[in-house]
């Protein structure tokens, strides 16, 4: 005989054929346990790769501000004339030749890659070295606003070919004196190469502007007088490059023309 005795609506019990049954609630808290452990996989996932963008693009302005506030930046390393890694030498012409065939794209590329092998101190990139002959058409002193915030800046013109200029980034410069005059000649010899390239900004026509700093330090060309500086603590990303695109650079042609007046006044 079976009976069967109904409690309250919700179970049954049942007397002579087994024992008690209930009916179980247990699927829904497993289904947000699901959601929950996915959410935080795909939370780690994420994690993972943004780090690894970070530490692989320091060039970044975002990855650079992270990896500043985390001291997770090497301190930039001052070389010595003797110790400066080894790279490749290109004169105003070669350098012309060089990138004047890039797409914006390809400079951009490239323009990430001087940084970020500047940042890491060329652990596994060579430096890009700047030789030859150049004039001052410009200088001024760094500011908070620039990539450096303290030294000078110096505005150069090739003199072999006007399509290439060179700025010179002096860090940490605390010379309140101007170190050239408008018009002189800098001769950056291949047998001492240390001004390395940071950035190759495109101009109007088939102009090109580099931009490079010295990597010991010191003075990069036996004319200029022994110069003292610093490498930067920090470097701020969001500046606009080239950093000398507000110093007028026609006061050098102005000089010159006005010495070969006085040179045919002379002669007459």
């Known amino acids: 005989m079976h009976v069967r005795f109904l409690s309250d609506g919700s179970e049954y019990r049942s007397y002579g054929g ?11 808290s497993i289904f947000w346990w699901a959601i929950l452990i996915t959410l935080l996989m795909g939370a780690a996932t994420f994690c993972w790769f943004f780090s690894i963008m970070v530490f692989a ?6 990855n650079y501000k992270v990896l500043a506030k985390f001291n997770k930046l090497e301190p930039l390393r001052p070389w010595s004339t003797f ?11 070669d350098l012309l030749s060089e990138f004047y065939p890039y797409s914006r794209e390809q400079l951009a590329v490239k323009n ?5 092998s500047y940042i890491r101190n060329y652990k596994h990139e060579h430096p890009l070295y700047i030789t030859g002959s150049y004039k001052v058409v410009g200088q ?3 500011g908070s606003e620039d990539v450096v915030t303290s030294g000078w800046v110096i505005r150069v013109r090739s003199a072999d070919i006007e399509d290439v200029d060179l700025e010179i980034v002096l860090p940490g410069s ?8 408008v018009g002189d000649k800098v001769v950056i010899e291949s047998s001492r190469p240390q001004l390395a390239a940071l950035h190759v900004q495109r101009l ?7 931009t490079a700093v010295p990597l010991a330090y010191t003075s990069f060309t036996a004319s200029a007088p022994e110069m003292k500086m610093s490498p930067p603590e920090k470097l701020n990303m969001d500046a606009f490059w080239p950093i000398t695109r ?9 000089a010159e023309e006005s010495t070969d007046l006085k040179g045919v006044a002379v002669k007459s």
Do not use: T, Y
Request: a positive charge.
């Open 174 to 181: 605390v010379s309140k004196e101007e170190p050239f005059s």
């Open 112 to 116: 990430d890659l001087l940084k970020r």
């Open 140 to 142: 001024r002193a760094l």
């Open 18 to 28: 087994g024992s008690f049954s209930k009916k179980k609630d247990g699927g829904g």
């Open 57 to 62: 693009h320091p060039e970044k302005p975002f």
């Open 246 to 254: 507000d110093i007028p650079i026609m006061a050098a042609d102005a």
């Open 204 to 210: 109007d026509g088939e102009r090109i502007c580099v």
């Open 83 to 93: 110790s400066v890694p080894n790279g490749k030498k290109l004169g105003a012409r």
